[in-house]
Nanobody
């Protein structure tokens, strides 16, 4: 089992920055990938950024060059540095972890943190 707790959301003006954090606990040694997803009202959840246990990263097209995903050295905290924020970045941001224990994959989600970009 893995528990994920996000923080760092809030209200920010267009062009501003925020850093989201996600603290992971439990069977994190089984982590394969971690990711940030977001969901705006009335829209489907979309991938924002992913990072593998080897440190490879990938980003959604709409955030490339503006957002950076990273972890701490223990891979127990996931970060999302968001710069040059735009109103369309508004949404609930969710932390995700995929684990593999033996041959058993599992998918975990945090409760989400709200990001609102507005003047």
């Amino acid at each position: 089992q893995v528990q994920l707790v996000e923080s760092g959301g809030g209200l920010v003006q267009p062009g501003g920055s925020l850093r989201l954090s996600c603290v992971a606990s439990g069977s994190i040694d089984a982590m394969q990938t971690m990711a940030w997803y977001r969901q705006a009202p009335g829209k489907q959840r979309e991938m924002v950024a992913t990072i593998t246990n080897e440190g490879r990263t990938d980003y959604g097209d709409s955030v490339k060059g503006r957002f950076t995903i990273s972890t701490d050295s223990a891979k127990s905290t996931l970060y999302l540095q968001m710069n040059r924020l735009k109103p369309r970045d508004t949404g609930t941001y969710y932390c995700n972890m995929l684990t593999l224990e033996g041959w058993t994959p599992s998918d975990y989600w945090g409760q989400g943190t709200q990001v609102t970009v507005s003047s």
